[in-house]
């Protein structure tokens, strides 16, 4: 079996327009997938997606709503600005992430696509049903309160997703990752790794990026 290389994610976490473009502007070119972080969109709504969609035409952009209701409003209102993929919370329904694939469908074509954040409890009959709704992107966390607890990556955060990548999902990973974690996911066929500030707060963001881009490719090349 072939894997592929994974992406780069950079989250725009920040509470301001200003400083996640700012953010955005210095890496953007270094990473596959910019996402637009909750916070910032909770203050300056789907704007934030409009300009980053202006900024970098041809980039993925995600925009990190975590939607829990309203899936198909959200969705379109994002995607109309440009937000190639949108995040929906693991508890809400199904319908409300049938309501929203469709909607992020209808507005980028092939491009659309809805992740679940797994967040909390949640349960892989719940996944297998996201899976039968079309729903194949799943966003595997460490809490950032977990990280703070002092908790690490370990065993039972690899065996779930390996189970998920093993259903079928294409797995994105977060939560505190660092270019030192990153070779605890060697044999995994992660999809995606989503850094914050362990790119955009460093000293020199750019450089950053591209550090992981080399780490991963070193380990998956």
């Known amino acids: 079996m072939t894997h592929s290389i994974p992406n780069l994610q950079v989250a725009l976490d920040h509470s301001d327009l200003q400083g996640a473009i700012k953010a955005a502007v210095a890496v953007g070119q270094e990473v596959d997938v910019i996402e637009a972080g909750t916070v910032c969109l909770l203050q300056v709504g789907s704007e934030l997606v409009e300009v980053l969609r202006s900024l970098f035409p041809d980039k993925i952009i995600v925009a990190d709503t975590k939607c829990a209701d309203a899936g198909g409003t959200v969705a379109k209102n994002n995607a109309t600005r440009g937000a190639d993929w949108m995040t929906c919370i693991c508890c809400a329904t199904i319908p409300t992430m049938e309501a929203a694939l469709k909607a992020i469908k209808e507005a980028r074509g092939d491009r659309g696509e809805i992740q679940i954040e797994l967040y909390g409890d949640w349960t892989f009959e719940q996944a ?74 460093a000293e020199n963001p750019a450089q950053a990026a591209r550090d992981f881009k080399d780490e991963i490719r070193r380990i998956w090349g």
Not at 155 to 183: A, P, Q, Y
């Open 128 to 201: 297998q049903l996201w899976l039968d709704a079309g729903i194949s992107q799943a966003i595997y966390h460490q809490s950032r309160d977990a990280l703070l607890a002092g908790e690490t990556w370990g065993d039972k955060d690899l065996n779930k997703v390996k189970k998920l990548i093993d259903m079928g999902f294409r797995v994105s990973v977060t939560g505190g990752l660092t270019i030192e974690t990153l070779k605890l996911f060697e044999g995994v066929d992660v999809f995606t790794f989503i850094a914050g500030r362990g790119i955009t707060e």
